[in-house]
C-alpha cells in the first residue's frame, strides 16, 4: 500500500496535518531545483529511488517565478506546465504526495506576478481537481519590504481560485523575510481552513534565535511545513553544520513538523544533493551523493512516523 493509499486526502486540524482518518501525516521529501533549469530530475525511475530507497513521501516541485527563463520571465509557459503536470501525474502513479511551487524569490513581493499566479493555480487546480496527492504552495520566500498583510492579501486572492476548483486542497503559505517570519502569522492567521504555513532554515546560518522563534510558533499551534532546509548555509553552499542540523531535527521530531530538503540537484553547491558531475538521475551510490544528501537521506529513513 502507498502512502496516499493508507492516508488519502490530506487535511489541516488542531494545528496538524492529517489523513482521511484523522491521523497524523508528516511529509519528508525533496524539492527539484528549478525545474526550468533541471527538469530532467522528473522522471519516474527518479522518483522511484526517492520513494523505494531513500523512503520519502513527498517531492516538491520548484517552478521559479522570476529568475532565467522563470515562469513570468520569458519562459516556455507550456513545456514549464507540462513539466509540472508531469511530476504530479508521476507522484500520482507512484503514491507520493507533491507540492507544487510557486517559488516567488527574486521579485521579492508575490503581488508581482499575482495575475499570473491566479491564472497558475487555477489551472493546476482544475486538472487535479479531488486528486489528493496535490498540495499547493502559494509563495516560496517573499523578501525585502514585503511585510504580512501583503502576503496575507496574496493568499486571500489565490485559495479562493484553487478551492473553486478543489475545495478540500491543503496550501501552503510563506511568511516574510524568506519564510522565516511566522511568528508575524501567528499574530493574523488566515481565515481559511487547510493551510499550512511554510519555514525555511539553513542549519549552518539558522541556529538557536530561528529555533525559538519556530518553537514559540509550535507551541501555539500554528501548523507549520518546513518546505524548505538543508545543514548548509544560507545561500545553498558552505560547509553542513550537523550540530545546528541535529538541534534543528530534535524540535521537528519533537513536534512530529515535515520536512522537505533542498534540493535535488548536481551542481557546486554543497545544498544540491547530488555530487558535481554526476548525469546519473537515479539510483545513486554513496559516492554519487554529497555529504548534505547522505545525512538527510539518512532523516528520511529514519523517520517512522512518516
Given at each position: 500500500?502507498?502512502?496516499?493509499e493508507?492516508?488519502g486526502?490530506?487535511s489541516v486540524?488542531n494545528?496538524r496535518?492529517?489523513?482521511?482518518?484523522?491521523e497524523?501525516?508528516r511529509?519528508?521529501g525533496m524539492?527539484?531545483?528549478?525545474i526550468?533549469?533541471?527538469?530532467?530530475?522528473?522522471?519516474e525511475d527518479?522518483?522511484?529511488t526517492?520513494?523505494d530507497?531513500?523512503?520519502?513521501?513527498?517531492?516538491?516541485?520548484?517552478l521559479?517565478t522570476?529568475?532565467f527563463?522563470g515562469?513570468?520571465t520569458?519562459?516556455d509557459?507550456?513545456?514549464?506546465m507540462?513539466?509540472?503536470?508531469?511530476g504530479?501525474?508521476?507522484?500520482v502513479k507512484l503514491?507520493?504526495y507533491?507540492?507544487?511551487?510557486?517559488?516567488?524569490?527574486g521579485?521579492k513581493?508575490p503581488l508581482?506576478?499575482a495575475d499570473?499566479a491566479?491564472?497558475f493555480?487555477?489551472?493546476?487546480s482544475?486538472?487535479?481537481?479531488?486528486?489528493?496527492n496535490?498540495?499547493?504552495?502559494?509563495?516560496?520566500?517573499?523578501?525585502?519590504?514585503?511585510?504580512?498583510t501583503e502576503?496575507?492579501?496574496?493568499?486571500d486572492?489565490?485559495i479562493?481560485?484553487?478551492r473553486?476548483n478543489?475545495?478540500?486542497a491543503?496550501?501552503?503559505v510563506?511568511?516574510?523575510?524568506?519564510?522565516q517570519?511566522?511568528d508575524?502569522v501567528l499574530e493574523?492567521?488566515l481565515?481559511c481552513e487547510?493551510?499550512?504555513y511554510s519555514?525555511h532554515?539553513?542549519?549552518?546560518?539558522h541556529?538557536d534565535?530561528?529555533?525559538e522563534?519556530?518553537r514559540?510558533?509550535?507551541a501555539a499551534?500554528?501548523?507549520?511545513?518546513?518546505?524548505e532546509?538543508?545543514?548548509?548555509?544560507?545561500?545553498?553552499?558552505?560547509?553542513?553544520?550537523?550540530?545546528?542540523g541535529g538541534?534543528?531535527?530534535e524540535?521537528l521530531?519533537?513536534?512530529?513538523?515535515?520536512?522537505i530538503?533542498?534540493?535535488?540537484?548536481?551542481n557546486?553547491?554543497s545544498?544540491?544533493?547530488?555530487a558535481d558531475?554526476?548525469?546519473k538521475?537515479s539510483?545513486?551510490?554513496?559516492?554519487e551523493?554529497k555529504?548534505?544528501g547522505l545525512w538527510?537521506?539518512?532523516?528520511?529513513r529514519s523517520?517512522t512516523?512518516?
Amino acid at each position: 500500500m502507498t502512502y496516499v493509499e493508507l492516508h488519502g486526502g490530506l487535511s489541516v486540524k488542531n494545528g496538524r496535518l492529517t489523513g482521511q482518518n484523522g491521523e497524523a501525516v508528516r511529509l519528508c521529501g525533496m524539492s527539484t531545483h528549478g525545474i526550468a533549469w533541471r527538469g530532467s530530475y522528473i522522471n519516474e525511475d527518479t522518483f522511484l529511488t526517492l520513494r523505494d530507497g531513500w523512503q520519502t513521501n513527498c517531492i516538491r516541485l520548484a517552478l521559479y517565478t522570476a529568475e532565467f527563463r522563470g515562469y513570468c520571465t520569458g519562459g516556455d509557459k507550456q513545456k514549464l506546465m507540462g513539466l509540472v503536470k508531469k511530476g504530479v501525474d508521476l507522484a500520482v502513479k507512484l503514491g507520493m504526495y507533491v507540492i507544487v511551487d510557486w517559488h516567488v524569490l527574486g521579485e521579492k513581493s508575490p503581488l508581482v506576478y499575482a495575475d499570473e499566479a491566479e491564472r497558475f493555480f487555477d489551472e493546476l487546480s482544475r486538472s487535479y481537481a479531488g486528486v489528493p496527492n496535490l498540495l499547493y504552495e502559494l509563495c516560496n520566500e517573499p523578501n525585502g519590504p514585503v511585510d504580512w498583510t501583503e502576503i496575507k492579501g496574496y493568499a486571500d486572492r489565490i485559495i479562493p481560485v484553487i478551492r473553486k476548483n478543489s475545495p478540500g486542497a491543503v496550501v501552503i503559505v510563506g511568511s516574510p523575510e524568506w519564510s522565516q517570519r511566522v511568528d508575524m502569522v501567528l499574530e493574523a492567521p488566515l481565515e481559511c481552513e487547510n493551510v499550512l504555513y511554510s519555514m525555511h532554515f539553513y542549519a549552518a546560518t539558522h541556529k538557536d534565535s530561528l529555533r525559538e522563534r519556530v518553537r514559540r510558533c509550535l507551541a501555539a499551534g500554528l501548523p507549520i511545513l518546513i518546505s524548505e532546509c538543508n545543514i548548509t548555509e544560507a545561500s545553498g553552499d558552505g560547509e553542513p553544520d550537523e550540530v545546528s542540523g541535529g538541534l534543528w531535527f530534535e524540535m521537528l521530531e519533537e513536534y512530529k513538523v515535515g520536512f522537505i530538503c533542498w534540493s535535488l540537484a548536481s551542481n557546486r553547491e554543497s545544498s544540491g544533493v547530488i555530487a558535481d558531475g554526476c548525469t546519473k538521475l537515479s539510483d545513486w551510490e554513496d559516492s554519487e551523493i554529497k555529504h548534505s544528501g547522505l545525512w538527510f537521506r539518512e532523516r528520511f529513513r529514519s523517520c517512522t512516523d512518516k
